[in-house]
């Protein structure tokens, strides 16, 4: 191994990337690795010509889930490693990971050459790898996208009044044949345990069980919402279950391999934080080990 492809979002997290380049050279240098830089600007295509002009082994993402999700997308399904130096507002899959912003760590790592396959949630003609949702978490991520401005401190001033006053929406989810609709602030699907900055609604998630928690909060008061939230975050009470125990009132998780989405409100859909419209249908399903990351 002597070189090593290195993806970076320059504005991911609004945090300036130079000092950790910087880093990064000096610990190839002194491995003999020849580095090679991406700078990325999340369009899945640019990054896909990108990676397979590089050729490489490992593939090593500095951003958050975004970037991520663009330079996973071209890596599944390939033999390619890919390893992650978190740098977003959220990092959710990199803390699921137990991955900080350790030089060193990270390129111990690489001369290891350790890896482990991950499942991907497909959506529709897309993957997720860390969580997805439609309904209020997507509002959410629509608005701070608009606001130009990154962090968590931004996320969470947009974050607030769309929870205490946005309003249900009308979904239907078809498994197994069988569709039930029903009202909902939000329908989730995570893959991994993090929607970020240690926050955790899906504490039960793996992220190589061959299975998707879907989070539907449903019928109830935004006061409600809110509090199974806390309880959740606080105390992990909400457990997943199967869905032939069917939709209770407030925070439902559900463990499930195949599932069929019909947004009928046209709410906005966002997957790994990132917003891709107001799809009507959304067909979610479980693709087994498709993705190989550094352990």
Known sequence: MNRICFVVNPI??????????????AACKREGILP???????????????????????????????TINAAA?????TEKIMGILPFGSGNGLARTLGLNQSVSKLMAKVKEGNWRPLDVIGVNDSMCFNLGGVGLDAVIAERFESSGKRGFLNYLKIATPVLL??????????????????????????????????????????LEDGLMDLLITSNCSNARMIA??????????????VWDEGLRNG???????????????????????????????IKLSILPEKLRVLA
């Open 36 to 66: 090679n830089f991406i700078e990325t600007t999340l369009n899945p295509d640019e990054i896909r010509v990108a990676i397979d002009a590089c050729n490489e082994i490992f593939y090593i993402v500095i951003g958050g889930d975004g």
């Open 165 to 206: 006053k946005d309003k249900m929406s009308r979904f239907a989810i078809e498994i197994d044949q069988k569709a039930v609709e029903f009202s909902a602030f939000q329908v989730s699907f995570a893959n991994s345990r993090q929607y970020g900055n240690n926050f955790s609604l899906t504490p039960h998630a793996e």
């Open 73 to 77: 997308s071209a890596l599944a399904g």
């Open 12 to 25: 991911s997290g609004g945090k300036d990337k130079g000092h950790i380049i910087g880093e990064l050279e």
């Open 228 to 241: 199974d939230i806390i309880a959740q975050l606080a105390f992990k009470s909400i457990k997943p279950t």
């Open 251 to 281: 925070m439902n998780v559900f463990q499930v391999a195949d599932v069929i989405l019909h947004n009928l409100d046209d709410m906005p859909m966002h997957i790994d934080g990132e917003v891709r419209g107001h799809p009507t249908h």
